[in-house]
């Protein structure tokens, strides 16, 4: 908003430098400097200066006040009307003093405010301002209207001598009311109207005067108004009230709040009708910037989520079909990261100019609705492919890079497409569904459109729900451990057991570990997890020592990429065996060799460390991750866990030569290494005497016994020992 004609600049000794009161006082300088010659007050121009001090005090005090409420405002914007500042300059003047000095006067030097916030909060004070002048002046304009009214009444129901001096009374306030006011026949010829109205319309008594009510229409005439005027001319309806839009002489659309009254004679009869009409112009246009302002997105212009949404609502309200494409830009957070927010908003600009090339009609939206998030709208599209042909549109609109200060920016985006008749989903169940879509599109590698799928959608919306239940799902104690038996081939003697976690789900029922233990990582509880399944396997395998004289049954526990980096693995892994009273040697952590491909020393360090101690580290799923052999001799491993892919073909007699050899070689080069083979899977008592021949060491499986209780696995080993 620009400084209003007449207020100076910030000159020598009119600075923000002095103390609070006096800043205050300047600030209503300005602002009576600004409006005074404006309003109709009888106060002088230094009463009306002392009448704003307490008016500009509210502002500034709200302007600071933790936390903000731009409410006080209101009052500030009632108090100017009761000023009588009501000239159509005034509030305009008003509100540009607000612009322009609130924050410069205001603001405490003592408690800073950053430029955005404070800005940000003088534009909420200025609308909340002008609401409250707005809704001042229409209730004192309705004051005067009804009061208006019942001096017309009164006119009419006095005699001959009381009706002289009544009409001469009406006659005053008739001309003085700052409401424009007409009065026709029951014809609609317009037989007289005050000067408050003529300057509506321009000043031109004589074209108001010459007109007929119905010459008055407009395009934007509300459904209907015309039937309310023909209803009060035929003296059906004695009142009615609407917002009308009017063209001025100079072709200037003039709009107002307008009440037309029917005026009957002593006898009831229907005599004139009168019309009261409150310029509201100014009003309406401020209403329809801020809500321009409040349904389009600041930096690029496009309509926002919250149009997006009454959209979106109207087609699934009163279309057949819809269609929508939900955009996500891949990798817009590294623009961000690198190369600064300035230059990301340029390229979400640049994109949003690309994107508004793709509609092809009216029944076309394109909103930006959050971020690097973009949706666009189709309603009643004829075929699935009118939605899929914008998606490519818009895929090929990206395709050539952004050039920004001499840079080439390429620019990809992912997808979900959403279409159907209306009526079985509402919006946000749509949304959601592009973007989940969407989500799929970007993990099959981005750049691409992918379109909706109820099976798809159903496994994520479940998906997220496990992963938002686990946290308290440990705290709730819903986790358990199932324990599988490890056996040595030589004698059939339990060696150990592998700890294997299981969530009680209070709705799902039991969940294997491959249903939420990569959401655990994902969302990073696979640490403290993790490390409630080692103290509970290791308590277990010290619990298993007492009254067995064969030797100590080894424990198992699966370590996940997640917890091989986390800082605290040795120390947590050392601190539960101490406490728990365990040996070492009574704890094996299993490491898939996919996680280790590649390894530096960095990740091996911690299983260094471990290993050093006396705890086994077991590769797991060997032969699945195509490490490269030679790395087996510095990774500080004992054991190769052969995955079970390798074994399948020795469940029967004669075996899979070709497993044969395999396993052969996997057991010679372990041998050689001085490691021993577990081998997983083994389901069939001749798959076994194929191994123990070929030399594994030990195996577990559903031969043996499936996972269970820990009570089973110390029965088991009873019965070897017995």
């Given at each position: 908003m ?5 207020v100076?600049g ?12 006096g800043?205050l ?9 600004a ?8 106060m002088?121009?230094?009463?009306f200066?002392?009448?704003?001090v307490?008016?500009?005090?509210t502002?500034s005090?709200?302007l600071q006040a933790?936390p903000?409420d731009p409410?006080?405002a ?7 009307v009761d000023a009588h500042?009501?000239d159509p300059?005034?509030?305009p ?10 924050v410069l006067?205001c ?7 950053p ?5 940000a909060?003088?534009?909420r ?9 707005a ?8 004051g005067?209207q009804?009061?208006m009214s ?14 002289h ?7 005053a306030?008739?001309?003085g ?6 009065i026709s026949?029951?014809?609609g010829?317009i037989l007289d109207v005050?000067?408050?109205?003529t300057?509506?319309f321009?000043?031109?008594?004589h074209h108001?005067?010459?007109r007929?009510?119905?010459?008055w229409?407009h395009?934007?005439d509300t459904p ?5 005027q023909r209803?009060?001319a035929r003296?059906e309806?004695d ?12 072709g200037t659309?003039l709009?107002?709040?307008l009440?037309?009254s029917l005026l009957?004679?002593?006898a009831g009869?229907?005599?004139y009708m009168m019309?009261?009409?409150?310029d509201?112009?100014e009003?309406?246009?401020l ?6 302002e409040?349904?389009h997105?600041a930096?690029t212009?496009l309509?926002?989520?919250t149009l997006f949404?009454e959209r979106?609502?109207a ?9 929508l494409?939900y955009?996500?830009l891949d990798g817009f957070?590294?623009v ?5 927010h ?7 600009v640049?994109v ?5 090339t ?8 394109i909103a930006?609705?959050g971020?690097?998030?973009f949706?666009?709208?189709i309603?009643d599209?004829?075929?699935q492919e009118?939605?899929t ?7 090929d609109?990206l395709?050539?890079p952004?050039?920004?200060d001499?840079r080439?920016?390429?620019v990809?985006?992912?997808?979900g497409?959403v ?5 079985e989903?509402g919006?946000?169940e749509v ?7 969407m989500?799929?599109a970007k993990?099959?590698?981005?750049n691409?459109y992918?379109?909706?799928d109820p099976e798809?959608?159903v496994?994520a919306?479940?998906?997220h ?14 986790f358990f ?16 057991a592998?700890?294997l976690v299981?969530?009680?789900?209070p709705?799902?029922g039991?969940l294997?570990p491959?249903?939420?233990?990569p959401l655990a990582e ?8 993790g ?5 509970e ?8 020592q007492f009254?067995?004289s064969?030797?100590?049954l ?9 917890q091989?980096?986390?800082p605290?693995?040795v120390r947590?892994?050392?601190d539960?065996?101490k ?9 094996c952590?299993?490491v898939?060799e996919s996680a280790?491909i590649?390894?530096?020393e ?5 299983l260094?460390q471990l290993?050093?101690?006396g705890?086994d580290?077991?590769?797991?799923d060997?032969?699945t ?5 030679s790395n ?6 004992s ?9 399948r ?6 075996a899979d030569?070709v ?8 057991v010679?080069?372990a041998?050689?290494?001085d490691?021993a083979?577990?081998v997983e899977g ?5 798959q076994?005497e194929?191994?123990?021949i070929l ?5 577990q499986?559903w ?6 209780p820990p009570?089973r696995?110390?029965a088991?080993?009873l019965v070897?020992a017995?």
């Amino acid at each position: 908003m620009t400084r209003p004609p007449g207020v100076a600049g910030n000159r020598e000794g009119d600075g923000p430098q002095d103390g609070p009161e006096g800043r205050l006082r300047r600030f209503a300088r300005i602002w009576s400097r600004a409006i005074y010659p404006a309003t109709a007050t009888s106060m002088t121009r230094a009463e009306f200066e002392e009448y704003l001090v307490p008016l500009a005090r509210t502002l500034s005090e709200a302007l600071q006040a933790r936390p903000f409420d731009p409410s006080p405002a209101l009052a500030v914007g009632s108090a100017l009307v009761d000023a009588h500042c009501t000239d159509p300059s005034a509030l305009p003047h008003s509100l540009g003093v607000v612009d322009s000095y609130l924050v410069l006067y205001c603001c405490s030097a003592d408690d800073p405010m950053p430029t955005e916030e404070s800005r940000a909060r003088s534009v909420r004070l200025q609308h909340s301002m002008a609401a409250g002048f707005a809704r001042a002046l229409r209730e004192r304009t309705l004051g005067e209207q009804e009061a208006m009214s019942r001096a017309a009444l009164r006119a009419q129901a006095e005699t001959e001598k009381a009706l002289h001096a009544s009409e001469a009374r009406f006659r005053a306030v008739f001309e003085g009311a700052s409401v424009g006011i007409g009065i026709s026949d029951m014809d609609g010829n317009i037989l007289d109207v005050n000067t408050s109205l003529t300057k509506m319309f321009g000043g031109l008594e004589h074209h108001v005067r010459s007109r007929r009510v119905t010459d008055w229409g407009h395009p934007e005439d509300t459904p209907g108004v015309w039937n309310l005027q023909r209803e009060v001319a035929r003296g059906e309806r004695d009142h009615y009230r609407v917002d009308k839009p009017y063209y001025r002489n100079d072709g200037t659309v003039l709009w107002t709040n307008l009440t037309v009254s029917l005026l009957r004679d002593r006898a009831g009869e229907p005599q004139y009708m009168m019309a009261l009409m409150e310029d509201v112009t100014e009003r309406r246009l401020l209403h329809e910037q801020l809500r321009y302002e409040a349904t389009h997105d600041a930096l690029t212009g496009l309509p926002n989520r919250t149009l997006f949404f009454e959209r979106l609502e109207a087609a699934l309200g009163g279309a057949a079909r819809f269609g929508l494409c939900y955009l996500d830009l891949d990798g817009f957070k590294c623009v961000n990261d690198s190369l600064g927010h300035a230059v990301g908003d340029q390229l979400l600009v640049a994109v949003s100019d690309r994107l508004q090339t793709c509609l092809t009609s009216p029944d076309q939206l394109i909103a930006r609705i959050g971020g690097d998030e973009f949706v666009a709208l189709i309603v009643d599209p004829e075929t699935q492919e009118d939605v899929t042909a914008l998606a490519r549109r818009i895929l090929d609109a990206l395709a050539e890079p952004v050039r920004l200060d001499g840079r080439e920016l390429p620019v990809r985006g992912s997808i979900g497409i959403v279409d159907g008749p209306t009526g079985e989903l509402g919006s946000a169940e749509v949304l959601r569904s592009a973007d989940i879509t969407m989500y799929r599109a970007k993990a099959a590698g981005g750049n691409r459109y992918e379109l909706a799928d109820p099976e798809a959608e159903v496994v994520a919306i479940t998906r997220h729900g496990l992963t938002t239940s686990l946290p308290m799902a440990l705290e709730r104690g819903e986790f358990f451990i199932e324990y599988q038996p490890l056996v040595r081939l030589s004698d059939g003697a339990v060696h150990g057991a592998e700890a294997l976690v299981r969530w009680c789900h209070p709705r799902r029922g039991v969940l294997g570990p491959d249903q939420f233990i990569p959401l655990a990582e994902h969302t990073g509880l696979i640490v403290p997890l993790g490390r409630w399944v080692l103290e509970e396997a290791v308590r277990q395998a010290r619990d298993w020592q007492f009254g067995r004289s064969e030797g100590p049954l080894r424990v198992n526990v699966n370590l996940s990429p997640f917890q091989l980096r986390h800082p605290g693995l040795v120390r947590d892994t050392v601190d539960v065996l101490k406490d728990a009273g365990l040996e070492p040697s009574g704890l094996c952590l299993e490491v898939t060799e996919s996680a280790l491909i590649g390894a530096d020393e960095s990740l091996l360090r911690p299983l260094r460390q471990l290993a050093d101690l006396g705890v086994d580290i077991a590769l797991d799923d060997f032969g699945t991750g195509y490490s490269n052999l030679s790395n087996l001799r510095r990774m500080p491993v004992s054991t190769l866990k052969l995955d079970r892919s390798f074994t399948r073909g020795m469940q029967q007699d004669p075996a899979d030569p070709v497993d044969i050899k395999i396993v052969e070689g996997v057991v010679s080069l372990a041998h050689t290494l001085d490691l021993a083979v577990t081998v997983e899977g083994v389901e069939t008592g001749t798959q076994a005497e194929h191994l123990r021949i070929l030399g594994c060491d030990t195996a577990q499986g559903w031969y043996y016994a499936r996972p269970g209780p820990p009570e089973r696995l110390h029965a088991l080993s009873l019965v070897d020992a017995s």
